[in-house]
């Protein structure tokens, strides 16, 4: 009871200094762009996705099928696409889907750093990176205090100014509409559409020097939307003072239809979140599974040693039939009595044969006929076992016998079972 007590006091003081020792850790946020609808740190999209969830009531959806697989689903109705991302990839058999999507009515916008090959050549523009790595950011926020400016214009909202930090919105667009002559090294696919590039762009938003960071051209009965500052639509981008009305007067542009969201990273995160996977992401859940492990291991150490008492071992009860029958034997041989062993030797002869052979020598009269259905069975002679089993009947008269005549019938009896047996 002492070591518990001791034990119990232990436990109960290292709970308080766990507690004080998480509490003073500095929290650590991770600077990587996800865009993953689950991921609140600076630059996933937990806040856009939950604000766009709310305010649109079930007109807002994340999906992970292509534009092919949305292309052929012929029931649907025109709906708006968003795709956000650091790289929009897409190769010829996506690019032909979205443009067949966009003729049936239906608006994609695309915000990104980086954009597919077949948008870039088919409207004929080019897209400027800063390719700034996305752990440096926050240092140069924190070393560059001054925002820059962006103009939102051409909305269904009053003409805006909006001022971020330059390090997430350093991207933007030039020659949306070029009159240079089309490149002689461009596939099929970017030959093909590139009457793209001759249809009228919007500019909806532009930098501080005049260059634009989002447009759309109308395709078919669509529109299509590109824009260079994904960051924006981030949680930091969301939650950075009144900057939210630049994404939400950009996605103004598609209302009256439902918003889906193309997450690429949906079902591999959906299968990543596992209730064990979240417990160890929340420190405070973490931790008290580490403590749960460090308290079972100290009960293991100190209850390792046995308190039952030792079971003693019982000898199962000993089978003493074979003794008996020997017993029995031995009385007989003793007392000479070789008859009274050939009778008895007689019934099991009799018991083991019907056993074996279905013939009661003992109920059916001994004829020829008996002993063929013998010889049949055992494969001895008809005439020897005819010969032994009117011997044997002869064992009703009190004949003396000795031991010699006994071991002869009971060799002759043994040699008839054994031979029914095969």
């Not at 001054?146 to 971020?164: A, D, E, G, H, M």
């Not at 889906?260 to 995160?269: E, G, L, Q």
Request: glycine fraction near 4%; proline fraction near 5%.
């Amino acid at each position: 009871m002492k070591g518990n007590l001791k034990f119990i006091v232990f436990i109960l003081l290292l709970i308080p200094v766990m507690f004080y020792f998480e509490q003073s850790f500095t929290k650590e946020f991770s600077w990587d762009a996800s865009f993953n609808k689950n991921d609140k740190q600076p630059f996933g999209c937990f806040v856009f996705d939950d604000v766009l969830s709310s305010s649109l009531k079930g007109n807002y959806s994340l999906s992970d099928k292509t534009f092919f697989q949305l292309n052929n689903d012929s029931t649907a109705r025109p709906k708006a696409f968003l795709v956000l991302s650091d790289y929009a990839f897409m190769d010829s058999l996506q690019f032909r889907s979205m443009i067949s999507l966009l003729r049936k009515g239906n608006k994609v916008m695309f915000v990104s750093s980086t954009f597919s090959p077949y948008l870039v050549d088919s409207l004929r523009i080019t897209a400027h990176n800063s390719f700034i790595a996305y752990n440096d950011i926050k240092a140069m926020t924190q070393h560059t205090r001054k925002r820059k400016p962006l103009f939102l214009c051409n909305t269904v909202l009053p003409c805006k100014i909006y001022r971020f930090y330059p390090q997430i919105c350093t991207d933007f667009f030039s020659q949306v509409t070029p009159d240079e002559p089309k490149m002689k090294d461009q596939s099929k696919d970017k030959r093909k559409h590139t009457w793209l590039s001759e249809t009228p762009s919007t500019v909806l938003a532009k930098n501080r020097e005049g260059f634009p960071v989002a447009f759309s051209k109308k395709v078919g009965k669509g529109e299509l939307f590109l824009v260079s500052t994904p960051l924006l639509f981030t949680n930091y981008g969301i939650l950075d003072q009144q900057n939210a009305g630049y994404v939400f007067s950009l996605l103004s542009y598609m209302k009256g239809m439902p918003l889906v969201r193309y997450d690429a990273s949906k079902t591999k995160s959906e299968a990543k979140d596992t209730p064990l996977r979240y417990f160890l992401s929340q420190p405070p859940l973490r931790w008290s599974i580490y403590l749960s492990m460090f308290v079972l291991i100290l009960f293991m150490r100190f209850n390792a040693k046995r308190r039952q008492r030792i079971i003693p071992v019982i000898e199962p009860p000993v089978n003493t039939t074979l003794d008996f029958i020997k017993q029995i034997g031995t009385l007989y041989h003793q007392k000479k009595d070789y008859l009274g062993i050939l009778r008895k030797k007689k019934v099991y002869f009799a018991k083991a044969l019907k056993k074996e052979t279905y013939i009661d020598i003992e109920e059916e009269a001994l004829t020829m006929d008996l002993c063929h259905r013998l010889s049949n069975k055992t494969g001895m002679e008809a005439e020897k076992i005819y010969k032994m089993l009117k011997e044997l009947e002869l064992l009703q008269y009190d004949i003396p016998i000795d031991e010699k005549t006994l071991k002869d019938y009971i060799d002759r009896m043994n040699e008839i079972i054994t031979n029914s047996n095969k």
